[in-house]
C-alpha cells in the first residue's frame, strides 16, 4: 500500500503494453541498481543497458542485474550500439549467443551509427526472433545530419516494416539529448507537425516508444497521449518523477488528464 493511496489514479499493471517506461542504465553497480528497484521497480519496463557499456562491465555483475531486474517484472536489454558493433564485426550470431548467456531475453537492433542496409536490418529482426529474442528496433541516425536526411515518409516506412517484421516495439531515435535530432529541433521542443504524421501513418501508434529524455518532452507526450504514452530514454533518476507526471501528481498534469 503506497502512502496516500487514495489519491493515487490506477495504471495498467505490468507487463504493460502501453504505458511502457524505457530506462537507461549508463553503468550502474548491483547494490545502487536494486535499492533503485525496490523504490521504483514497479514503474519500469524495460530497461537498456546502454549503448556498449555492457562490454566494460563485469560479466557478473550484467548477469546479476540482469537477474534482478527480471524479478521486478522488467525486461533488460542490451543497447542498439552494441548489436550494430558486432555486425561491423561479422559476429552476430556470436552476439545472439552472448546475449543469451548473459540472460537477456530482450535485444535492440538499429542502424542509428553505421551503414546497415534496411533491408538486413530487417532480416536481423527476423533471426532475431527465429532465436527467440523479443525485439525492440530503433529508427533513425544518432548523427543531426544523417538523421535529417531520412524523410518522414521513410521513416514511418520504416518503422512499418520493422514492426511487420516482428518487432514487438519501434524506438524513435532522439539519443541520450533528445536535441536536434529525429522529431526535436535544436532548442530540444518537439516538432509536433511530424509526430502527428508518424502517429497518423504507424500501423499501430501503441508500438512506438517516443525517446523522451527530458521533462518538457515527457509532458508534452503525455498530454497529447494521456498516462499510457510509451517514453524512452529515462534516466534513472527521474523514473519517479515520471511516474508522478503520468499519475497528474505534479503541476504540468494535475488536473490535466
Not at 19 to 28: C, N, P, Q, R
Amino acid at each position: 500500500m503506497n502512502a496516500f493511496n487514495f489519491l493515487l489514479n490506477e495504471r495498467e499493471s505490468k507487463p504493460r503494453n502501453k504505458g511502457i517506461t524505457m530506462v537507461l542504465d549508463k553503468g550502474l553497480g548491483y547494490d545502487t541498481a536494486k535499492c533503485l528497484m525496490e523504490i521504483a521497480g514497479d514503474y519500469v519496463d524495460y530497461l537498456k543497458f546502454g549503448w556498449g557499456t555492457t562490454v566494460v562491465q563485469s560479466e557478473k555483475i550484467v548477469k546479476a542485474k540482469v537477474k534482478m531486474y527480471k524479478k521486478y517484472n522488467i525486461q533488460p536489454y542490451t543497447g542498439g550500439t552494441l548489436f550494430e558493433l558486432a555486425y561491423l564485426e561479422n559476429k552476430i550470431p556470436e552476439f545472439f549467443e552472448e546475449a543469451k548467456r548473459l540472460g537477456f531475453e530482450t535485444i535492440e537492433i538499429s542502424n542509428g551509427s553505421t551503414n546497415l542496409p534496411y533491408d538486413e536490418k530487417i532480416d536481423y529482426i527476423k533471426q532475431a526472433k527465429d532465436y527467440g529474442f523479443n525485439v525492440l528496433s530503433e529508427v533513425g541516425k544518432k548523427n543531426p545530419s544523417l538523421d535529417k536526411e531520412i524523410s518522414l515518409e521513410d521513416r514511418v516506412k520504416y518503422m512499418n516494416a520493422e514492426l511487420e517484421a516482428g518487432s514487438t516495439k519501434v524506438i524513435v531515435e532522439a539519443r541520450e539529448g533528445g536535441k536536434n535530432i529525429g522529431i526535436y529541433d535544436e532548442n530540444s521542443n518537439v516538432k509536433e507537425d511530424e509526430v502527428d504524421y508518424i502517429l497518423n501513418n504507424v500501423s499501430n501508434p501503441d508500438d512506438i516508444i517516443w525517446e523522451a529524455p527530458k521533462k518538457d518532452q515527457q509532458v508534452y507526450f503525455i498530454l497529447k497521449l494521456g498516462s499510457d504514452a510509451n517514453l524512452g530514454n529515462i534516466s534513472t533518476d527521474e523514473i519517479i518523477s515520471l511516474e508522478t507526471i503520468r499519475r497528474g501528481l505534479r503541476g504540468d498534469t494535475l488536473g490535466k488528464l
